[in-house]
């Protein structure tokens, strides 16, 4: 028996590390587009704090540890309470790695692997068991990265945990029969990223080999992440690169 | 909520006010019922009905699964492997029922 059943828009999104950064333009992207979002990470930033003063009735945000599995929780039946059913999640939180494999500490080595898979497959499974509990479809959304799909130095143990996100997302995509939809966005370095660790000179050249000429700002992603989470476009299980074709 | 609290099977308590270990067959089959009904579709009384049949799969297991967590107040973990051999409506309440005794 087959049946046409399409996954409706998202209403409410629960994005991890929404203080900063990305994840930060994600929530106040969300926002101006009319979704209720609730966002945390483990420091509150004065922005998502000025956010939710220009929208009191649709942010909803919290201090918490990713790798703090209960307190996530808690804040997960708390938006619940607050904003209703969460039927989409962005997995966001993630922490960086600037160091050769040979001189990563195992104890950094686990770290990574922690706070940018294990933890967030902890909490894909428990906002997945509310859905699914509730008779929910629902949306998520994995911001993964290039260093999954390409190698760069410094980046082993974070690129490994990148590259597990998106093969977890293609297997949450069948395991999930199309009641819930799992895709990545891949962004490729960001321009702020890039140039905290490399030279102009280097920069340039760089953006000399991006055919679209520039690198990667947070504004290339948000509609990307915006069209997963709102559009019906049957994409499921997919990765999308968002590199101005600089990895190809 | 009388009607949840009935469903209840009460272990070693002469009072019925002690702990709660499993929810009984019968509620297993009225939730059973209301994840069909949720989709449009209707549970037979026949317990010998093809899941195939009916339109019962694997992800509408999980959503049972967790409805009778959540009245159990308890996980229900279990491997692909005993899912698979679930064929039958009275297979489902039999599984569930394993699993809460286990």
Not at chain 2, 53 to 76: C, M, N
Request: charged share 20%; net charge negative; aromatic share 4%.
């Amino acid at each position: 028996m087959s049946e046409v059943s399409l996954v409706p828009p998202a209403s409410v999104v629960l994005v991890s590390g929404g203080s900063r950064g990305l994840g930060l333009a994600i929530v106040t992207d969300l926002l101006a587009a009319g979704l209720k979002v609730a966002a945390f990470a483990r420091t509150v930033t004065p922005e998502l704090a000025a956010l939710s003063e220009k929208y009191p009735d649709h942010l909803h945000f919290g201090s918490v540890d990713i790798n703090d599995a209960e307190a996530g929780q808690a804040f997960v039946k708390q938006v619940e309470q607050v904003l209703g059913p969460i039927d989409a999640l962005v997995n966001n939180a993630a922490i960086g790695q600037d160091s050769l494999h040979v001189h990563t500490s195992a104890d950094h080595l686990s770290e990574i692997i922690r706070t940018n898979l294990t933890s967030p497959l902890i909490l894909t499974r428990f906002v997945l068991r509310r859905m699914l509990a509730k008779g929910l479809k629902g949306r998520i959304v994995n911001i993964t990265s290039i260093c999954a799909q390409r190698g760069y130095p410094g980046l082993v143990a974070y690129s490994a945990t990148k590259g597990g996100m998106d093969a977890a997302t293609r297997s949450l995509a069948r395991e999930l029969g199309g009641r819930i939809l799992a895709n990545s966005v891949a962004p490729g370095f960001f321009a702020s990223e890039m140039s905290a660790v490399l030279g102009q000179t280097q920069l340039d050249q760089i953006v000399r080999r991006t055919p679209t000429g520039h690198l990667t700002e947070p504004e290339d992603v948000l509609p990307v992440v915006r069209m997963l989470l709102l559009e019906n476009t049957n994409i499921n299980g997919q990765v999308l690169v968002v590199d101005g074709a600089a990895s190809i | 909520m009388v009607k949840r609290l009935t469903a209840w099977v009460v272990d070693g308590d002469p009072l019925g006010f002690g702990t709660m270990s499993s929810v009984a067959r019968g509620r297993v089959r009225e939730m059973m019922g209301e994840v069909m009904t949720a989709q449009g579709r209707s549970l037979p009384t026949d317990d010998t009905a093809d899941l195939r049949e009916i339109g019962f799969r694997s992800l509408d297991f999980s959503e049972l699964a967790l409805r009778v967590e959540d009245e159990l107040g308890d996980e229900l973990n279990f491997d692909a492997p005993g899912l698979r051999r679930i064929a039958t409506v009275g297979d489902v309440l039999d599984f569930i029922e394993h699993l809460q005794s286990a």
